[in-house]
């Protein structure tokens, strides 16, 4: 994520660290990914707070959480311009609040959640006369967009099952199983068929049903590479893990050094100049990053 909203500010970065209206780019893949490792996360702390707290205390401060999360995105966008807030950190709180009543139950219904709410976000992209206005005047879907983005939360949710059965032939086959299907179905949808004329364009801005999907089984596969070396090679990637512990304190710090587009650095700039611009965010990024892991401290909401 760092990565893609650095270069992608560049006016001549390669076309894949951009996102388009009609096609996936790299750039597409990562807010899904981000969102589906959230749902892994909330689904992890959810039960964790049942058995200590209570299922009654575990929801009220699941709610809290997301509600605080969705403030901070909000803030952090642009607090008087509604236009802006949809991005990553206010797409996982909406998603969380929509996701949270059905995160204690069993797979099934969870997947009926993610499916519904797809569905309903879809009629309305479609019939509502939303699809027209979305594509037009917002981004990532909007204010209906976590109707859609919690597709990808709910399926994280899934996955996490998969991993804490601790059983690595599950979680293999679950993984490449979801990855295959979910993708293949989010292909399948794509409004590109001969004599097909429906308005379901396959990106992140207007998050229609085929980009959810799509992204939802290439997160699966994403993941099980990771899984592969972390959790049965125990091959440690030292970068990924410190970053990796303070994650929302690494969003809104990288956010906040992204004012270097137009600033220090030209956005006319060429790709070996961003490039070198974005070793200089990293190395900014993780010494922070570090400072915190070293000394035990992760902030969390």
């Not at 807010?31 to 575990?58: D, E, Y």
């Not at 969870?110 to 939303?130: D, N, P």
């Not at 299907?181 to 998050?207: D, N």
């Not at 699966?220 to 590479?225: D, E, I, Q, R, S």
């Amino acid at each position: 994520m760092i990565l893609v909203n650095f270069v992608g500010g560049f006016h001549r970065a390669p076309e894949w660290f951009r996102h388009h209206d009609h096609y996936m780019t790299y750039a597409d893949t990562i807010a899904p990914i981000f969102v589906f490792v959230a749902g892994m996360g909330f689904r992890l702390s959810i039960l964790r707070n049942v058995g200590t707290r209570g299922l009654k205390a575990a929801l009220i401060a699941g709610a809290k959480r997301y509600a605080i999360l969705t403030l901070i995105g909000i803030i952090y966008a642009s607090p008087l311009d509604w236009r802006d807030w949809w991005d990553a950190l206010v797409d996982i709180g909406l998603s969380g609040l929509l996701a949270l009543p059905f995160m204690v139950f069993g797979t099934v219904p969870r997947i009926a959640a993610a499916v519904g709410y797809l569905a309903i976000y879809q009629l309305l992209f479609t019939y509502g006369g939303y699809g027209a206005w979305t594509v037009t005047h917002t981004f990532g879907g909007g204010p209906l967009g976590p109707l859609s983005w919690v597709f990808c939360l709910l399926f994280g949710t899934i996955a996490y099952d998969l991993i804490a059965s601790r059983n690595a032939r599950k979680i293999i086959i679950g993984c490449l199983a979801w990855g295959i299907l979910l993708s293949a179905a989010g292909w399948a949808f794509r409004a590109e068929w001969p004599g097909i004329k429906v308005f379901w364009p396959f990106s992140q801005k207007a998050m229609s049903l085929p980009y959810p999907v799509y992204a939802t089984g290439f997160a699966f596969l994403c993941y099980l590479p990771f899984y592969l070396l972390a959790d049965l090679k125990r091959i440690e990637l030292p970068t990924l893990t410190v970053l990796g512990a303070n994650p929302l304190v690494i969003y809104l710090l990288h956010v906040t050094y992204l004012d270097i587009h137009g600033t220090i650095v030209s956005e006319e700039s060429r790709l070996a100049v961003a490039l070198v611009a974005f070793a200089g965010l990293y190395l900014g990024c993780y010494a922070v990053a570090k400072y915190l892991y070293k000394n035990k401290m992760f902030i969390k909401i």
